[in-house]
């Protein structure tokens, strides 16, 4: 059965392609997997029968047969375990790959996400503006380990993988912060992701849904 | 081979089992998985020979034979993919205490690292204590869906699984905030998990540690 993922009926980034749902969507795209797409208002997001697939009310879930899953990391696990293309045949090389999947979702984004606090949640505190340059440290103090590993690989390891969709997808959402320009190996990094025609085909599906929308 | 981890000489959190080797300690108890640990210091977390196996210089690793691992998700879950007991048979359950790894590392995780970066790091700011409200309450705007998520199950997801490892592990980390007992079938969920002989067994591991380091 076309598995179904959620995504936002009005992206918050305007059809940057940085909502959660992008990084399903590239997945299923590099597997060649066809997929059909939900969209949900704000409102949506936090009624019951969306509570029921997401407990915390966000975007994406997967939804195949009786499965459904929330979480990325989770969502492009498992279609990498049930698809070739996203994860290395070799097992050890494998649990690398999957351990870059954790490292993007938690040591990675962790500090990440707390920019885009302060940023948006905390944005009319004048003590934001203040905090700013120690937000922006704790990222560099993950970046620059980053940056040093991976010197100048194509992927972070070997073959491209599981885990360079969700670092890739990760790092993007760095956006305009300036950050990831502070390391030209990491920022040509995420512009080589961009440039896979999967990627491509994931951001036009996205982006069409912002256009539609803007219009109305 | 008998796999080695690493874990803090001197565990910043006194023994209290809130460091991460935790998790893997729990993790191959569960499966009567045994196991050799290297202690490093706060300087050796950073020297060359350990960020050569943890690009970021934290604790834990996990090697077995030439096998290398990092990311205490990734390190659990390659311990549950090897040995029965902490991810269950059928698939779709599998994939979704999978989804229970990710959530606990992501989306619980991520709130509560911002509480204690809001303690200790900046802690000399008097605009720390300010911000304490907003912090603890993204952090409550997470435990209360898991809370109503998890209702009165025993577990996350049926039986105890490497989700619960990770959940229970991660929410040990709010420690004396106040925050879990806000939540009496979460408080209940971690209290059930610590009960178990498995983690008892890594519980008295670590702490032997921090006693024998804290005669020195």
């Known amino acids: 059965m076309t598995p179904t993922i959620t995504a936002f009926e009005r992206s918050p980034d305007r059809g940057k392609g940085q909502a959660r749902d992008m ?33 915390f009310g966000q975007i994406p879930t997967y939804e195949e047969d009786d499965l459904v899953l929330f979480e990325t990391g989770a969502i492009v696990l498992h279609i990498a375990e049930r698809h070739p293309g996203l994860l290395p045949q070799d097992i050890n090389a ?3 790959a999957i351990s870059w999947m954790f490292c993007a979702v938690n040591t990675i984004e962790a500090p990440i996400l707390e920019l885009q606090v302060a940023k948006f949640a905390e944005a009319n505190e004048s003590r934001a503006a203040q905090r700013m340059p120690l937000v922006k440290d704790r990222i560099r103090d993950r970046l620059g380990p980053l940056s040093t590993r991976l010197g100048d690989a194509e992927w972070l390891d070997g073959g491209f993988s599981a885990g360079d969709v969700m670092m890739v997808t990760v790092l993007r959402r760095l956006n ?25 085909r994931a951001y036009e599906a996205q982006f069409a849904v912002f256009k539609a929308t803007e219009d109305e």
Do not use: I
């Not at 399903?24 to 509570?51: G, I």
């Not at 912060?177 to 920022?187: D, F, H, R, T, V």
């Open 94 to 96: 494998r649990a690398r």
């Open 176 to 200: 305009v912060s300036g950050l990831l320009e502070e390391y030209p190996n990491l920022a040509a990094y995420v512009a080589r992701g961009e440039a896979r025609p999967a990627f491509k």
């Open 23 to 55: 990084r399903v969507r590239w997945a299923l795209e590099e597997v060649r997997q066809p997929y059909d797409v939900r969209l949900l208002s704000f409102r949506q997001m936090k009624e019951p029968a969306h509570l029921a697939l997401q407990p």
